[in-house]
């Protein structure tokens, strides 16, 4: 390989490094990094919708949604009742479930759209205005929107009913699959939702101490990306387990 | 002449580094076992002790205790929490993480310099090919003679589940990690990986997952092979817990690196370094990560459901209730055919740049290996069901996934046409490299012409689930890749420590697993061939013969293998004395000093042509 060793074109001394460089050197390779995670996190995405519809098309001994099952007592409860009861089946609490909360399910969706439009927003006033006080008035917002829709999520993890189910030639509670799922979905979107939480609560308190402002606002773009990404695997949730659910 | 180990010893050591100047992988270790311990007291004294699945919760939050602490341990969290508070990294810290000035001890730190991760992947694939490799020795103790009882069959099952996944996690990383750390960055024309502190945290991921693996032998049960199979798996032992726990911490871990190879590569290239300049190495290692970036979510997401299902009674798996284990079969089939390409093409690549330098001419048809690598990369995605031939899923997809997987034969067969015509009346210079290649070129031909035999449905319903697909697999990984991988080490071993890898016994490590190889997997093959079925702790007495016969080539392997290791230590320091570049190589890696410094150049390079413009350049003398 021929090299030239003293060109002038070096951008970078020996002295600084790969550690020190130009904000929009470092802006460029770290857009590209976080295009690949999201594009990672796609394929997560798919992998979990795959699992979703081909649950629903396999639908294993016409097992795939329960229209009845039960719900607001922790597992032991039903435990203890069919152990120490003899079998019997806990009347009270028998509910009609069927699909999961749709209402739900699109108030955590539209909270993370709010949450993204927010950040969006935030971000395009920065970069023209130069205010980085608004900015991180704007972040925490969005960032308490999305403490508001983790709590929901947390919600409609809880509301996940249960079956009764043979296990091991023994009665068991267990989550149809549907429920399975779904819980894996509302699962991982309540871990989005904690690195948006933290990512947001990052981008106020650097905003406010002067590491995120008018000329340095590359940080911000890249958390709008994911938050964005995230918003719209949001919407793309919602839209599929909410159209394509029961089996007629 | 001195090692990189030595010559560190020289700098000063920087004020900064803040809290990372205490932490360490002992403190890594002490926060794994004491959060460990905390999650198991909070899991066993608040979760219900009467619900089903009270043990497999307890284990799972022990499992989370475990990786949280190491992270912990090791400063893993130190970046993220300065970054929420706003206060980034000053330079002096930078240089510290750097390991600049810390001699030997900064290899057992979260380092950032990408030379230190690449020794560092050194070490972890010894350590998780040596563990792989004394199960494998048991197993085949086990299995010498019909009826033995060496083990129990429990801990069989458990010794085949762990062998197979920590061979495949130490062939995942045995290329990609030591030498896509290493070289990559430099032959690009770079100071360092692109994220050089997820580098470090890629690393110590897969510490701690390593060490989630090889604590299931000890909680034991593990019933279901190294495939993780459906339903088997949401009955098996808490040791499940642990298993499942390290693959979706090893996934974090290969997700990070591959993002980081990625970007290093696409954004960080020198001046004049085009695409079609790269090195062919590099190509690989791209295309490897970004396969790695495609397959290892669906690896994540099985091992989270199997965790569910265990933990917290979902039913992915379960049929009563509406799963099927056809969803664990597709999902890990998705990820473990790309897996394999993930694993092989690194070594591949290194092959064809070894044999251009070793054979003083340029890579032969640079970009037919750039369309081959390309085209198993996407090829690979394609043919996941050819697993899945005879479990009765989708019969009529058998006949396009039949088809796809024999397409692979095109590419791979221009493996072999790029690593011969590159080859082809070269000036050779039979070096230690040189001849793990041409091992690894006999033994792939056997590798993927068995491969072919069971991509037909006609002949795979006949063996699948044989021991000839044991050694059609075995002959993937052992006789190609890890050929290949101790090729590529012994071919930047003296950039790594400025001293060649000691020649005799790399010789008679290679022949003793060269013969070991055909001896072991021959056998194999016979075994298979007349119907023993795999996975099995005893046998019929027909296969007394054929297994005897792998049993001895195991031991012959293990030999090779152990003197390797021998030459590998006794060659770290007291080695040859080799200079920054013993095999008149043209490529970036080879420009820079022996050691390399800190930040590889002092000015950075211009490029203005390929790196296998060797001229009338002889290399014998």
Not at chain 1, 47 to 59: P, S, W
């Amino acid at each position: 390989m021929s090299i030239d060793t003293h060109s002038e074109l070096d951008a970078h001394g020996a002295h600084d490094g790969g550690h020190h460089e130009p904000p929009e050197v470092v802006d460029g390779r770290q857009r590209m990094g976080v295009w690949l995670f999201i594009g990672g996190d796609m394929i997560g995405l798919g992998a979990l919708l795959f699992t979703y519809l081909y649950l629903r098309g396999v639908n294993s001994g016409g097992h795939w949604m329960s229209m009845w099952g039960y719900t607001g007592h922790p597992y032991s409860y039903y435990y203890n009742i069919l152990d120490v009861k003899g079998g019997s089946i806990p009347n009270p609490k028998l509910i009609h479930v069927g699909t999961l909360s749709a209402g739900l399910n699109w108030l955590v969706t539209v909270l993370t759209v709010v949450s993204a439009g927010i950040i969006w927003a935030a971000e395009r006033g920065l970069r023209a205005t130069k205010n980085a006080k608004s900015y991180s008035t704007l972040a925490a917002a969005s960032t308490v929107v999305t403490v508001v829709a983790i709590v929901f999520t947390v919600i409609q993890l809880r509301h996940i009913p249960q079956i009764f189910s043979a296990h091991n030639d023994s009665l068991t509670m267990a989550y149809t699959a549907y429920d399975s799922a779904m819980m894996a979905i509302v699962g991982s979107t309540l871990i989005h939702l904690i690195v948006l939480a933290f990512l947001g609560l990052g981008l106020t308190i650097r905003s406010a101490r002067g590491a995120i402002n008018g000329t340095k606002w590359y940080q911000a773009r890249l958390v709008r990306f994911f938050w964005v990404w995230v918003a719209v695997a949001s919407v793309i949730i919602s839209a599929v387990t909410t159209t394509i659910n029961t089996i007629h | 002449m001195t090692t990189t180990l030595e010559q560190a010893k020289t700098a000063a050591i920087p004020q900064g580094g803040g809290l990372h100047r205490r932490l360490n992988m002992a403190t890594a270790m002490i926060g794994g076992i004491v959060f460990a311990s905390l999650f198991w007291y909070l899991a066993h004294h608040f979760l219900d002790a009467t619900s089903r699945t009270y043990s497999d919760e307890v284990a799972g939050s022990l499992t989370i205790g475990w990786i949280v602490g190491f992270w912990l341990g090791i400063g893993a969290f130190v970046a993220p929490l300065r970054w929420l508070i706003g206060r980034d990294n000053t330079r002096a810290d930078d240089l510290y993480l750097a390991g600049q000035g810390q001699g030997t001890s900064r290899y057992w730190k979260f380092t950032t310099d990408h030379k230190v991760v690449g020794v560092q992947y050194i070490i972890m694939t010894m350590v998780l090919l040596g563990a792989g490799g004394i199960l494998a020795m048991a197993i085949r103790t086990e299995l010498i003679v019909p009826g033995n009882h060496f083990v129990n069959q429990q801990v069989y099952n458990g010794f085949i589940a762990v062998h197979g996944m920590l061979m495949i996690l130490a062939l995942i990383v045995a290329v990609a990690g030591p030498w896509g750390n290493f070289v990559v960055p430099i032959m690009c024309g770079a100071r360092d990986m692109a994220f050089p502190r997820l580098n470090a945290l890629s690393l110590w991921t897969l510490v701690g997952a390593a060490g989630l693996l090889l604590t299931t032998l000890a909680v034991g049960s593990l019933t279901m092979g190294w495939v993780v199979l459906e339903p088997i798996a949401d009955q098996a032992g808490v040791g499940m817990d642990f298993f499942a726990m390290a693959i979706i911490v090893f996934t974090v871990s290969t997700t990070v690196a591959g993002v980081n190879t990625i970007c290093t590569i696409l954004t960080m290239r020198t001046k004049g370094m085009t695409l079609a300049r790269l090195p062919i190495f590099v190509w690989g290692a791209i295309i490897a990560a970004a396969l790695g970036l495609y397959a290892f979510p669906y690896f994540s997401l099985v091992e989270a459901q199997t965790l569910m299902d265990r933990t917290f009674s979902t039913s992915f798996f379960v049929a009563n209730a509406g799963g099927t284990g056809w969803l664990q079969a597709n999902l890990f089939w998705l990820m473990g055919h790309p897996e394999v390409y993930v694993i092989l093409l690194p070594a591949v690549a290194a092959l064809f740049e070894i044999a251009a330098v070793m054979s003083r001419k340029p890579v032969f048809s640079y970009r037919s290996a750039v369309a081959g690598m390309t085209g198993l990369a996407g090829l690979s995605i394609l043919v996941w069901a050819h697993h899945m031939f005879t479990t009765g899923w989708a019969p009529t997809l058998g006949g396009p996934f039949m088809l796809t997987t024999e397409l692979i034969s095109i590419p791979t067969g221009l493996f072999f046409l790029v690593l011969i015509g590159t080859l082809w009346r070269g000036n050779i210079w039979m070096k230690l490299p040189t001849i793990w290649m041409f091992g690894f070129i006999a033994n792939f031909i056997i590798a993927g012409v068995t491969g072919i035999y069971l991509s037909d449905i006609p002949l795979d319903d006949q063996l699948h689930g044989t021991m000839f697909v044991t050694a059609h697999f075995h002959y993937v990984f052992v006789g190609s890749v890890l050929f290949g991988a101790v090729s590529a080490l012994a071919f930047w071993y003296p950039k790594v420590t400025g001293r060649f890898l000691n020649e005799f016994m790399g010789r008679i490590s290679f022949w003793l697993t060269f013969i070991g190889v055909q001896v072991t997997f021959l056998a194999m093959f016979a075994s298979g061939l007349r119907g023993m079925p795999r996975r099995y702790s005893s046998y019929a007495f027909i296969f007394e013969h054929t297994n005897l016969m792998t049993t001895i080539g195991a031991y012959i392997i293990m030999a090779g293998m152990l003197v390797l290791l021998g030459a590998v230590i006794t060659s770290w320091n007291k080695g040859e004395p080799a200079g920054p570049n013993p095999w008149h190589a043209n490529s970036l890696e080879w420009m820079v000093p022996t050691p390399v410094p800190l930040e590889n150049f002092e000015v950075l390079p211009v490029i203005t042509e390929d790196p296998y413009n060797y001229g009338e350049e002889l290399v014998r003398s």
